[in-house]
């Protein structure tokens, strides 16, 4: 199949291919070609996905296929040299904690893998990182609590199999840690993967406007996806959810600060938090580092929409530290800045994570934007239904070692909760995994032929039943890779520095 929403339709002329048989919306640029942008009917775009599936059968997804000379240590280190040096070993030690953390840090390496896979042509904005821990709560900019996804830091257009099928494994691989049977394995992933084909089928049915207003509200996630889960577990769900609320800036600013000749300074727990100023040697070099900051956080401050812009100029920059973060992200370099209104005890804490080429690039092209900062927020503004009010990014021509990087920009906290998988039971997962399922199909949905994909998916189960059987292969693979990261590290060929 093609990958391209513009590619001719069989059996259809050049220009009917090509337009369409609707309106086409042309752009005029300014001493450029127009910009043609296709519309097909519904009925052309049902067709477009049961062509589709006749191509690339639905039982076809459960296929991966595993190359001798496979390498995914070699893979890893291959990002470790772009990332801080010494932070290097603490990635290396979170990712060896336990296979379903190996999974969290290897979406190179399942990226690799998943390029094998066959595929329906149909693309969508990815996430590239689709497992169950970057999906989570957080707080609306209307202060309603929502269930989303939360981490774009590979997001780019690709095939929409890609993202069903990390988030499948992950569950699958959960499940093994959790000592759940395959059975029950096998239920949670299948409920994913339902949910996910049964809200895409809702959402093709939906007009625009619909599916770019809908969103999952944490009360509705309760409430559609909770059937069966033992009543003193959801409590404690609800708890953790209120506690979620109380997770701001200022929170980290109790938690993450401290009181210095009267002004407030970010605390040093180094390596995982380090301040500028232990960073620099000299008082000249960090003068001149707190400009640059206060220069980037200005320039950042362009990026922003005109309203959020005038909110954040009723702020000033007081301190700025690095941050070691995730497992994934460990060694990218990752900032918070203190920021405080005319009240001192009014903060706010931003997150600034620099954003590297997305590990989907070498497999699906290129981005379409030069700053990787800014694809990352239009990925994030695309597939979430709600965003952070202070999502922005940012390029620094020479950093703290002369190289120049690209940056996003967010909150640091901001009601952020998250399940916990380690505490989880197969109903519990279950109900997770259909949250999850409906998120990512509404994501999807949002940037992608949602008409097509539906109408490949089917009314049977063919494709929940491949990508089961999907996810249980691809759990064998990956403890095979954790395996190969102890042995590399046993072997004296890669440092890891565990308890951090």
Known sequence: MTDSNE?????????ESELGTTTVAKVAASGGTAKVVPHFTRGERAARGKAARAEVPRSSQAQVEFPAGRDPVGLLEEQAVSRVP?????????????????????ALIMAEDLARTPNSGLRVQLCGDAHLSNFGFFGSPERTMVFDLNDFD?????????DVKRLAASFAIAGRENGFSEKERRTAVLATVRSYREAMHAFAAMRELEVWYSHLSIEQAFAEFTTGVDPKRLKQAEADVAKARTKDSMQAFEKLTRLVDGERRIISDPPLIVPIDELTPTAMERDAIEEELRDMLRSYRRTLETDRRHLLEQFRFVDMARKVVGVGSVGTRAWIALLLASDDQDPLFLQIKEAQPSVLERFVGKSEYANHGQRVIAGQRLMQAATDIFVGWEHVASGLDGQARDFYVRQLKDWKGSFAIEAAIPTGAAAYGKACGWTLARAHARSGDRIAIASYLGGSTAFDQAIADFAETYADQNEHDHKALHDAVKQGKVKAQTGL
């Open 7 to 15: 590619q001719p339709l069989e059996g259809r002329s050049g220009a």
């Open 86 to 106: 010494e932070l290097v070993p603490i990635r290396y030690g979170r990712m060896l904690a336990s296979p379903f953390a190996f999974y969290r840090g290897g």
């Open 154 to 162: 590979e997001t780019l257009p690709g095939p929409w199999e890609w």
